[in-house]
């Protein structure tokens, strides 16, 4: 499969001219004069850092958001795509990173939701329909079932149906790949080819640059909200892409610290719970153990477990030895157990208040901060805030502002300053830089890494393989609920990958 | 204690339940569109004052008689609860306020706004309405009220109660078998699924709150021009809540909401009709009063776990205001 | 412990307001216009109605505030629902929605009558605060079956506590006729339900003469009560733990869970303390003004306090000056019936545009706010990345 199929009948004219696209939010210029052209049967990476615009450049073309300038047009001729009806009218279809589907509804009435062809629903037809189109560009998919009973891969496909239901020449996919296993992730790449060859294009917004420079045709890199660079596979590198995409070189491997590793701090055994069906791990002071896995297969309910904020049906949680069953979620913190929650709105940081009352969200009850009253010591708590901001780089001008107002990456490390000052045994970090951009990246590994060279224990669940081995001294994979198999960090992603999916004999880890 | 006795409280339940039925209908709308009402005890008490002008108005004033009299009744307390929902629009869709805050100022604007329109049409009174007031003649159902002892329950009905029984046709028709009944679902469900394959969700939860203060209105209105037969300030007696608790236990189903407002319906009508018999004639006559709200709460709290609401309702939806 | 990165280039950021500057004015500005809004909207119904908007509200305050008594008798009417108002906000700031307000201030009547009658033997001002506190117990134990309901299994509060208000009818009704019931009618003398009349000891004292008001507006010191009672609730918002941890149980209750916080403990003591205030909200009428409990008692109070609380936007110190707005226009409605032609119910009809107008300024305002506070964050932080590229 050689990229250059298809890519770009260079003598055809473009399908769609963006030009000079300007995107103003308050205080923000997430696009400024972009401009990006597609080409028909090719497919067309968008790269950058989290923050770049390349989200907002697709919701523009998608009509979700009108251009504060500049123009766009299609087979030559300038048009206004002032909603997603009309984008899709012009043959422009997306598929959102995170699915836009109706979990009681079934596949074929998700697919036919705005388009169901008259004001009374006929359920057979629209399911022979919908069976049709999936038949003839060769996806599985049951038409009848409740989405909420689909698998991540497979409500994927529901959302490209949508668009080939409606005919689309385009199709734009906003970080495709975040949810699926390596397997499925070749699956859809299959399908995209074939969709290529079929004459559409596709726009693959990504920043997994291993997998751009494997689909695409050609390469468009943001930065900060502007184009910094156009290339094709062939002439360039992931170290090159890196670059462009953030302005200096990129280290994409910290140093390591080397540690002896110490006694088990956490004993995790025979977790079951939610979608945890057998859970099995310890994690030794001065390691940091990676538990590598695609979202939906128990990390959530790893992580509220072992945290207190779900129950277990069954299984014992030790921490240096002594057993967490029925604690609450703060006689565990207590323990000294530091927490970075893979979702900092829902269950990190309280938004609607201030920088100074977060810092001290989970220490509240302890003195120096409270006595015995009750009454709480709001001059000790700011001090407490001005230390951490600084040593941790926290950007706001004042702790007074509300957390709401920082960035993602200022709040991660609000959290971080909050959990690590702490000076926790045992720091459980879930998805901990997610949606953060690369200077942001480096400061939390670094983090991370201080706690073990400190001898700490870190238990990290990352859906990120990256950084998976930039850390990790032991790889786990989970699939369904249980470890399914051990690496160390020097194993080849193909095996983690297939650990990943449950290929592979059930090894007990250590 | 007999079966009459029985019949007669089963008489009055299927009454009440026509008023919890219509009005848990129209919170059914709302909320599966994602809008939370809880302002639809407010709803009906428009519809208890505009109903019963209405039909004093026509029936009496103008001579139009029965059963157009009370007709217009009904229609103008729908008409009225559909206008009064429109406040609970603006603020829940346009201006996205919270949900249940804007459903208590609802509610307590209403028992005001209620006084107010009473001295404008009741010629200053402010608490009650005027008498002479018509309500439909009664019927009874053929057949089924010959049966001795509880055939009593089928007997002295207004027509319009049948009308409450036959509305689940066209209800679930609309929900489950239209083109909007699917993209109203939706906008309940993930009102970001709607908005992103290009549907509005501002107009349907508009047209989901107009809709519950239509039905909350005519309920409103049968209670007072039907069953009570005047307006008197205070007389929706939290059925706008009970409706709601039906509702929950139903789990916003339009064919299950039946029986649970036949079960809210029957406990109205304890303390009515079934004061004589043994264990309740024992309790002092104020408890006995208390027992629909007591069955309520019961029935709240036994099953409140085991039900799964639209999943967006009382959310709001941050799409661009309005749209 | 964290290593510390190299201290970002310092540059002048643009010079703004303070936080708590920025938040007050825009909350001054939202009074403002939601005021100028309900006025405007009530001149116009006014004007529809053919009277004149000056006479009308000219006629409500003289009546109110320039009228002999007039201060006492607002101030008099205020009392109750400032407890009625704090207890529903305390619940507010953690979410929970206690519209039971109105029960528990009944079932706190028939405690504090109960305590009145039946403990008639304490000596002197100690039977008046034996049964003030009969008042709080009885409105706390109430609330606590709604709270436990609400987080053993999960019952919404809002249908729980407005059934718990039917119930209270019952029960004020069943008190009547049964253990409190009135035993010394005069003999042919046909009495309305109600009960003995308290001991003089149980009564709060008049405050009216202190400032030269007469005793008919029966203005007491639960006036003072109740300001001290804002002043407390203040501080268990803002300067103690459970206020804190109510705080971010409303905002976040995810975030609040994740940091330790037990929701259920916390839902529990708010619902207590608001049960405790609301038992206060009937004793003005129960000690101050009666001394005795009618049939005829003075409900709407808990409703009352609900729209109060919104118009003094769940604030302590906004719900004093609401509530004082609220008994204004309620003193003024009866100005209304004497000097002008327009019905006394207009005044509800003002007051519910000007909750619903309050309640949506504030919200706007809130929302522009925070909008501006993200939109100079973002600015800011763009400056500082800015400058660090460039060094």
């Given at each position: 499969?050689v990229?250059?199929?298809g890519a770009?009948?260079?003598s055809a004219?473009?399908?769609?001219?963006?030009d000079?696209?300007?995107?103003?939010?308050?205080?923000?210029?997430?696009?400024?004069?972009?401009?990006?052209?597609?080409?028909?049967?090719?497919?067309?990476?968008?790269?950058?850092?989290?923050?770049?615009?390349k989200?907002?450049l697709?919701?523009?073309?998608?009509?979700?958001?009108?251009?504060?300038?500049g123009?766009?047009?299609m087979?030559?001729e300038e048009?206004?795509?002032?909603s997603p009806?009309?984008?899709?009218?012009?043959?422009i279809?997306?598929?959102h990173?995170h699915?836009v589907?109706?979990?009681?509804?079934?596949?074929?009435?998700?697919?036919?939701?705005?388009?169901?062809?008259s004001?009374?629903?006929?359920?057979?037809?629209?399911?022979?329909?919908?069976?049709?189109?999936?038949?003839?560009?060769?996806?599985?998919?049951?038409?009848?079932?409740?989405?909420?009973e689909?698998?991540?891969?497979?409500?994927?496909?529901?959302?490209?149906?949508?668009?080939?239901?409606?005919?689309?020449?385009i199709?734009?996919?906003?970080e495709?790949?975040?949810?699926?296993?390596?397997?499925?992730?070749q699956?859809l790449?299959?399908?995209l080819?074939?969709?290529?060859?079929?004459?559409?294009?596709?726009?693959?917004i990504s920043?997994?640059?291993?997998?751009?420079?494997e689909?695409?045709?050609?390469i468009t890199v943001?930065r900060?909200?502007?184009?910094?660079?156009?290339?094709?596979?062939?002439?360039?590198s992931?170290?090159?892409?890196?670059?462009?995409?953030?302005g200096?070189p990129?280290?994409?491997?910290l140093?390591?610290?080397?540690?002896e590793?110490?006694?088990?701090?956490?004993?995790?055994?025979?977790?079951?719970?939610?979608?945890?069906?057998g859970?099995?791990?310890?994690?030794?002071a001065?390691?940091?153990?990676?538990?590598?896995?695609?979202?939906?297969?128990?990390?959530?309910?790893?992580?509220?477990?072992?945290?207190?904020?779900?129950?277990?049906?069954?299984?014992?949680?030790?921490?240096?030895?002594?057993?967490?069953?029925?604690?609450?979620?703060?006689?565990?913190r207590n323990?000294?157990?530091?927490?970075i929650?893979?979702?900092?709105?829902?269950?990190?940081?309280?938004?609607?208040?201030?920088?100074?009352?977060?810092?001290?969200l989970?220490?509240?009850?302890?003195?120096?901060?409270?006595?015995?009253?009750?009454?709480?010591?709001?001059?000790?708590?700011?001090?407490?805030?001005?230390k951490?901001?600084?040593m941790f780089?926290?950007?706001?001008?004042?702790?007074?502002?509300?957390?709401?107002?920082?960035s993602g990456?200022?709040?991660?490390?609000?959290?971080?300053?909050?959990?690590?000052?702490?000076?926790?045994r045992?720091?459980l970090?879930?998805?901990?830089?997610?949606?953060?951009?690369?200077?942001a990246?480096e400061?939390?590994?670094?983090?991370?890494?201080?706690?073990?060279?400190?001898?700490?224990?870190?238990?990290l669940?990352?859906?990120?393989?990256?950084?998976?081995?930039?850390?990790s001294?032991?790889?786990?994979?989970?699939?369904?609920?249980r470890?399914?198999?051990?690496?160390?960090p020097?194993?080849?992603?193909?095996?983690?990958?297939?650990?990943?999916?449950?290929?592979?004999?059930?090894?007990?880890?250590? | 204690?007999?079966?009459g006795?029985?019949?007669?409280?089963?008489?009055i339940?299927?009454?009440?339940y026509?008023?919890?039925?219509l009005?848990?209908?129209?919170?059914?709308?709302?909320?599966?569109s994602?809008?939370v009402?809880?302002?639809?005890e407010?709803?009906?008490?428009?519809?208890?004052v505009?109903?019963?002008?209405?039909?004093?108005?026509?029936?009496?004033?103008?001579?139009?008689?029965?059963?157009?009299?009370?007709?217009?009744?009904?229609?103008?307390?729908?008409?009225?609860?559909a206008?009064?929902?429109?406040?609970?629009?603006?603020a829940?869709?346009?201006?996205?306020?919270?949900?249940?805050?804007?459903?208590v100022v609802i509610?307590?604007?209403?028992?005001?706004?209620?006084?107010f329109?009473?001295?404008v049409?009741?010629?200053?009174?402010?608490t009650q309405?005027?008498p002479?007031?018509?309500?439909?003649?009664?019927?009874?159902?053929?057949?089924?009220?010959?049966?001795?002892?509880?055939?009593r329950?089928?007997?002295?009905?207004?027509?319009?109660?049948?009308?409450?029984?036959?509305?689940?046709i066209?209800?679930?028709?609309?929900l489950?078998?239209?083109r909007?009944?699917?993209?109203?679902?939706?906008?309940?469900?993930?009102?970001?699924?709607?908005r992103?394959?290009?549907?509005?969700?501002?107009?349907?939860?508009?047209?989901?709150?107009?809709?519950?203060?239509?039905?909350?209105?005519?309920?409103?209105?049968?209670?007072?021009v039907?069953?009570?037969?005047n307006?008197?300030?205070?007389q929706t007696?939290?059925?706008?809540?009970?409706?709601?608790?039906?509702?929950?236990?139903?789990?916003?189903?339009p064919v299950?909401?039946m029986?649970?407002?036949?079960?809210?319906?029957?406990?109205?009508?304890?303390?009515?009709?079934?004061?004589?018999?043994?264990?309740?004639?024992?309790?002092?006559?104020?408890?006995?009063?208390?027992?629909p709200?007591?069955?309520?709460?019961?029935?709240l709290?036994?099953?409140?776990?085991?039900?799964?609401?639209?999943?967006?309702?009382?959310?709001?939806?941050e799409?661009?205001?309005?749209? | 412990?964290?290593?510390?990165?190299?201290?970002?280039?310092k540059?002048?950021?643009?010079?703004?307001?303070?936080?708590?500057?920025?938040?007050?004015?825009g909350?001054?500005?939202?009074?403002?216009?939601?005021?100028?809004?309900?006025?405007?909207?009530g001149?116009?119904?006014?004007?529809?109605y053919?009277?004149?908007?000056?006479?009308?509200?000219?006629?409500?305050?003289?009546?109110?505030?320039t009228?002999?008594?007039?201060?006492?008798?607002?101030?008099s009417?205020?009392?109750?629902l400032?407890?009625s108002?704090?207890?529903?906000?305390?619940?507010f700031?953690?979410?929970?929605?206690?519209?039971?307000?109105?029960?528990?201030?009944?079932v706190?009547?028939?405690?504090?009558?109960?305590?009145?009658?039946?403990?008639?033997?304490?000596?002197g001002?100690?039977?008046?605060?034996?049964?003030?506190?009969?008042?709080?117990l009885?409105?706390?134990?109430?609330?606590?079956?709604?709270?436990?309901?609400?987080?053993?299994?999960?019952?919404?509060?809002?249908?729980?506590?407005?059934?718990?208000?039917?119930?209270?009818?019952?029960?004020?009704?069943?008190a009547?006729n049964?253990?409190?019931?009135f035993t010394?009618?005069?003999?042919g003398?046909?009495?309305?339900?109600?009960?003995?009349p308290f001991?003089?000891?149980?009564?709060?004292?008049?405050l009216?003469h202190v400032?030269?008001?007469?005793?008919?507006?029966h203005?007491?010191?639960?006036?003072?009560?109740?300001?001290?009672?804002?002043?407390?609730?203040?501080?268990?918002?803002?300067?103690?733990?459970?206020?804190?941890?109510?705080?971010?149980?409303?905002?976040?209750?995810?975030?609040?869970?994740?940091?330790?916080?037990?929701?259920?403990?916390v839902?529990?003591?708010?619902?207590?303390?608001?049960?405790?205030?609301?038992?206060?909200?009937?004793?003005?009428q129960?000690?101050?003004?009666?001394?005795?409990l009618?049939k005829?008692?003075?409900?709407?109070?808990?409703f009352?306090?609900?729209a109060?609380?919104?118009?003094?936007?769940?604030?302590?110190?906004?719900?004093?000056?609401?509530a004082?707005?609220?008994?204004?226009?309620?003193?003024?409605?009866s100005?209304?019936?004497?000097e002008?032609?327009?019905?006394r119910e207009?005044v509800?009809?003002?007051?519910?545009?000007?909750?619903?107008?309050?309640?949506?300024?504030?919200?706007?305002?809130k929302?522009?706010?925070?909008?501006?506070?993200?939109?100079?964050?973002?600015a800011?932080?763009?400056?500082?990345?800015?400058?660090?590229?460039?060094?």
């Amino acid at each position: 499969m050689v990229n250059g199929e298809g890519a770009g009948r260079d003598s055809a004219p473009p399908l769609v001219v963006m030009d000079r696209i300007t995107k103003i939010f308050p205080g923000v210029v997430a696009n400024d004069e972009v401009s990006l052209d597609l080409r028909v049967g090719e497919v067309h990476a968008l790269i950058g850092e989290n923050g770049a615009g390349k989200s907002t450049l697709m919701q523009v073309l998608y009509g979700m958001y009108p251009a504060d300038g500049g123009t766009i047009a299609m087979n030559g001729e300038e048009v206004r795509i002032t909603s997603p009806r009309v984008a899709i009218a012009r043959g422009i279809g997306m598929v959102h990173q995170h699915f836009v589907l109706v979990d009681p509804f079934t596949v074929a009435e998700n697919v036919i939701l705005g388009d169901e062809g008259s004001p009374l629903l006929h359920p057979e037809e629209a399911e022979a329909k919908v069976a049709a189109i999936a038949a003839s560009y060769g996806f599985q998919i049951d038409p009848h079932a409740p989405v909420e009973e689909l698998s991540v891969g497979e409500e994927q496909r529901v959302e490209i149906l949508k668009a080939l239901y409606r005919g689309v020449d385009i199709l734009i996919l906003d970080e495709p790949t975040a949810v699926l296993t390596p397997a499925e992730t070749q699956d859809l790449f299959e399908n995209l080819r074939r969709l290529r060859a079929d004459g559409k294009s596709i726009v693959f917004i990504s920043h997994k640059l291993d997998e751009v420079l494997e689909i695409a045709d050609r390469i468009t890199v943001l930065r900060r909200g502007k184009v910094v660079g156009q290339t094709r596979p062939a002439e360039t590198s992931k170290a090159k892409l890196a670059e462009m995409m953030v302005g200096r070189p990129v280290l994409f491997e910290l140093e390591k610290p080397v540690v002896e590793a110490g006694g088990p701090v956490l004993e995790l055994q025979g977790l079951v719970g939610g979608r945890l069906h057998g859970f099995d791990l310890t994690v030794h002071a001065g390691e940091i153990v990676g538990v590598a896995g695609v979202e939906g297969n128990g990390q959530r309910d790893l992580a509220d477990a072992i945290m207190g904020l779900r129950p277990l049906d069954a299984g014992h949680i030790l921490l240096e030895g002594e057993d967490l069953a029925g604690e609450t979620t703060r006689e565990i913190r207590n323990a000294g157990v530091g927490f970075i929650p893979e979702d900092r709105h829902d269950q990190g940081l309280v938004l609607a208040m201030t920088l100074w009352e977060n810092t001290v969200l989970g220490r509240h009850d302890d003195a120096p901060f409270v006595n015995k009253a009750g009454v709480l010591s709001i001059k000790t708590i700011k001090e407490l805030s001005r230390k951490l901001i600084a040593m941790f780089d926290v950007r706001a001008r004042s702790i007074d502002v509300s957390a709401g107002a920082l960035s993602g990456g200022n709040q991660q490390k609000l959290i971080l300053a909050r959990e690590l000052e702490t000076d926790p045994r045992m720091l459980l970090a879930a998805q901990p830089t997610r949606g953060l951009d690369v200077g942001a990246i480096e400061f939390v590994w670094r983090q991370i890494l201080d706690q073990k060279a400190a001898g700490r224990a870190v238990l990290l669940i990352s859906a990120e393989l990256d950084e998976i081995y930039a850390l990790s001294d032991r790889i786990v994979t989970l699939y369904e609920g249980r470890i399914t198999a051990e690496y160390p960090p020097d194993a080849p992603p193909e095996e983690v990958g297939r650990g990943m999916l449950g290929d592979v004999a059930e090894k007990a880890a250590s | 204690m007999s079966f009459g006795d029985l019949g007669f409280a089963i008489q009055i339940a299927f009454t009440y339940y026509t008023v919890i039925y219509l009005t848990g209908l129209g919170g059914l709308f709302s909320e599966r569109s994602g809008i939370v009402n809880i302002g639809l005890e407010g709803m009906m008490i428009i519809g208890t004052v505009t109903g019963s002008f209405g039909a004093y108005y026509f029936g009496a004033k103008l001579g139009w008689g029965v059963p157009m009299g009370p007709i217009m009744g009904l229609l103008l307390g729908m008409a009225c609860g559909a206008l009064f929902a429109s406040i609970h629009a603006l603020a829940t869709v346009t201006f996205r306020i919270d949900h249940i805050v804007s459903g208590v100022v609802i509610n307590l604007v209403a028992v005001g706004l209620a006084r107010f329109l009473s001295t404008v049409f009741f010629e200053g009174q402010s608490t009650q309405s005027n008498p002479g007031q018509p309500h439909m003649h009664t019927i009874d159902i053929p057949l089924l009220h010959s049966i001795p002892g509880i055939g009593r329950a089928f007997e002295g009905l207004s027509p319009f109660v049948i009308v409450a029984f036959l509305v689940v046709i066209p209800v679930w028709f609309a929900l489950n078998r239209t083109r909007w009944g699917l993209r109203l679902r939706s906008a309940g469900e993930n009102p970001e699924a709607t908005r992103s394959l290009g549907v509005r969700v501002a107009p349907l939860r508009w047209e989901g709150v107009l809709l519950s203060g239509a039905f909350a209105g005519v309920a409103g209105a049968f209670l007072s021009v039907e069953i009570v037969n005047n307006w008197r300030e205070g007389q929706t007696l939290g059925l706008g809540f009970i409706a709601l608790a039906a509702l929950i236990l139903s789990n916003w189903n339009p064919v299950r909401l039946m029986g649970a407002a036949f079960l809210f319906g029957f406990a109205q009508a304890i303390p009515l009709a079934l004061r004589d018999w043994p264990i309740i004639r024992s309790i002092p006559e104020q408890f006995v009063n208390m027992a629909p709200y007591v069955i309520t709460i019961v029935v709240l709290a036994g099953f409140v776990g085991k039900v799964r609401p639209p999943a967006a309702a009382g959310k709001a939806y941050e799409g661009s205001s309005g749209l | 412990m964290a290593t510390a990165p190299a201290s970002p280039p310092k540059i002048a950021l643009p010079k703004s307001r303070p936080e708590w500057l920025e938040n007050f004015l825009g909350q001054l500005g939202a009074l403002v216009l939601s005021m100028l809004i309900a006025i405007g909207l009530g001149a116009i119904i006014i004007i529809l109605y053919g009277e004149n908007p000056l006479d009308v509200y000219g006629a409500i305050l003289s009546f109110s505030i320039t009228a002999n008594d007039g201060p006492a008798y607002v101030l008099s009417i205020a009392t109750p629902l400032i407890f009625s108002a704090l207890a529903i906000s305390i619940c507010f700031k953690a979410g929970l929605f206690n519209i039971g307000v109105e029960g528990q201030f009944l079932v706190g009547m028939v405690t504090a009558s109960w305590a009145a009658l039946r403990l008639d033997f304490l000596p002197g001002p100690l039977l008046m605060w034996v049964v003030l506190l009969f008042g709080a117990l009885g409105g706390m134990a109430y609330a606590a079956v709604p709270a436990i309901l609400k987080v053993k299994t999960g019952a919404h509060e809002v249908v729980t506590t407005i059934m718990m208000n039917g119930i209270a009818i019952s029960i004020v009704a069943w008190a009547l006729n049964g253990p409190l019931k009135f035993t010394n009618a005069p003999p042919g003398q046909n009495v309305d339900l109600r009960t003995d009349p308290f001991a003089k000891n149980a009564l709060v004292p008049d405050l009216g003469h202190v400032f030269g008001w007469g005793p008919a507006p029966h203005l007491s010191w639960l006036l003072p009560l109740a300001l001290v009672a804002t002043a407390i609730v203040w501080f268990i918002v803002k300067r103690m733990r459970l206020g804190y941890e109510a705080r971010a149980v409303g905002a976040s209750s995810g975030s609040a869970r994740a940091g330790g916080i037990s929701i259920g403990a916390v839902q529990i003591k708010l619902f207590l303390i608001s049960g405790a205030l609301a038992g206060l909200v009937g004793m003005q009428q129960l000690l101050g003004d009666r001394g005795y409990l009618p049939k005829n008692y003075e409900a709407t109070l808990g409703f009352t306090g609900i729209a109060v609380a919104f118009l003094g936007q769940n604030n302590p110190i906004g719900i004093v000056f609401a509530a004082i707005l609220w008994a204004i226009l309620a003193r003024g409605e009866s100005g209304l019936q004497i000097e002008t032609d327009m019905p006394r119910e207009f005044v509800i009809i003002l007051q519910g545009i000007l909750i619903m107008s309050v309640v949506i300024t504030y919200q706007l305002a809130k929302r522009r706010l925070a909008r501006r506070q993200v939109r100079r964050a973002a600015a800011e932080e763009e400056l500082v990345t800015a400058a660090e590229e460039a060094a």
